[in-house]
């Protein structure tokens, strides 16, 4: 990283499209560097702080750097990444960092704290549950918790769900599961980059070996988590997976993402069974038996009234399910269901058998 040590007070100026315009910045005290490449870009600013260092028995004020990286990682190698960001991380106390980056080496970097953000910075879902689903990945690997580890047992099926609603049904059904670390949810309503690095952090650190999307074959979000994590999970023979339901026209190798990992698909398209097939193979590896449900809905309406002012659509549907209600009654209450709830319950169904069935683990 160059470091220019000529300030010029006043004025900083930032390239936001690979040096070929500046951009003056007149808001802090002192800083005058420049720097740009066609695939990163980087602004030095050197200032005074309030923080005071202890001389002998005097103080003095202290020079801070502050380096704004706008995704360092771009047009760099793969060998060469980690070097960089490692290098970062190693920077003195006098330097702080701050970056974007959709690299998931960060995430491996104890010495890097992690704020995930939505595009717009402020997107409630990314700035808390994100990190909260990260640190809960991270706590179940700890050896001295009460939850087992993710390592200790079956690997666990990480699921793709692209609606709030149907992803807090289907943690209802699954809460045993999910509270074990056998099962991890993901909305892939949040932003993409976040998704795709908690999917690699998620394959990085523990054994994950399928990940199943529901009714977003085509979902931008999706799509980036599958091209991001490929690589990964190609080189340590992890087997990704994803359910589509009444979505599978013709052959189905056509809806291979990544023939070179293998794929579940899991077809609803007959009525009578959940077919299961993997690794290009038309063989069916698994049947479930479709139950008899709840046809009829009403509205969304009828869970916000019932409900307690400001509780989560997870606390909502989980006392519903605690009620003396049936589940067919609490499934009625979901009018805004993106997926149909009969084919919600045949998904934890065909979840809760991945977890147990003695093929999952394909090693």
């Known amino acids: 990283v160059p470091v220019w040590p000529h300030a010029q007070p006043f004025t900083w100026e ?17 800083g005058h560097c420049r ?17 005071v260092e202890t001389l002998n028995e005097g103080f003095m004020p202290l020079w801070h750097t502050l380096l704004l ?7 760099l190698p793969p060998s060469i990444e980690n070097r ?19 690299s ?3 995430l491996t970097n104890p010495n890097f704290e992690i704020w995930f953000c939505g595009a717009d910075g402020t997107t409630p879902s990314s ?12 706590t179940l690997r700890t050896p001295n918790v009460s939850h087992p580890s993710i390592d200790s047992g079956p690997a666990p099926v990480v699921l793709f769900i692209d609606n709030e609603i149907d992803e807090a049904v289907i943690q209802v059904f699954l809460e045993d599961l999910c509270r074990a670390g056998r099962v991890v949810l993901i909305n892939v309503n949040d932003s993409t980059q976040n998704c795709s690095a908690l999917t690699s952090y998620i394959l990085h650190f523990s054994r994950a070996r399928i990940c199943v999307t529901l009714k ?6 999706a799509v980036k988590m599958w091209k991001s994590t490929a690589l990964e999970t190609e080189s340590r023979g992890s087997f990704f997976g994803k359910t589509l339901f009444r979505e599978i026209t013709g052959d189905l190798n056509d809806v291979s993402l990544f023939a070179h990992v293998g794929d579940v698909v899991v077809s609803a398209g007959e009525p009578e069974r959940l077919l299961v097939t993997g690794w290009g193979r038309p063989s069916v590896l698994h049947d479930l038996p479709v139950s008899d449900f709840l046809t009829q809905f ?40 993106s997926t149909p709830p009969d084919d919600l319950l045949r998904l934890a169904d065909f979840v809760r058998s991945l977890v147990v069935a003695p093929w999952f683990d394909l090693e």
């Open 216 to 221: 977003n074959d085509a979902h931008p979000a």
């Open 69 to 75: 990286i706008d995704e360092p990682e771009r047009g």
């Open 298 to 337: 009403s509205s969304w309406a009828d869970v916000e009234e019932s409900g307690i002012p400001g509780e989560s659509i997870y606390e909502t549907v989980s006392r519903l399910r605690d009620s003396p209600l049936t589940v067919n009654d609490v499934l009625a209450s979901l009018g805004r269901l």
């Open 104 to 106: 998931t080496v960060p």
């Open 14 to 30: 930032a390239s936001f499209d690979g040096g070929e315009r500046w951009l003056p910045y007149h808001a802090l005290s002192a």
């Open 127 to 138: 700035l808390t549950q994100v990190p909260w689903r990260v640190r809960q990945m991270t």
């Open 35 to 51: 720097w740009a490449a066609t695939s990163t870009r980087l602004a030095i600013v050197q200032f005074w702080t309030e923080i």
């Open 84 to 102: 960089v960001f490692d290098g970062l991380s190693q920077l003195p106390q006098s330097v702080s960092v701050i970056m974007s980056t959709h």
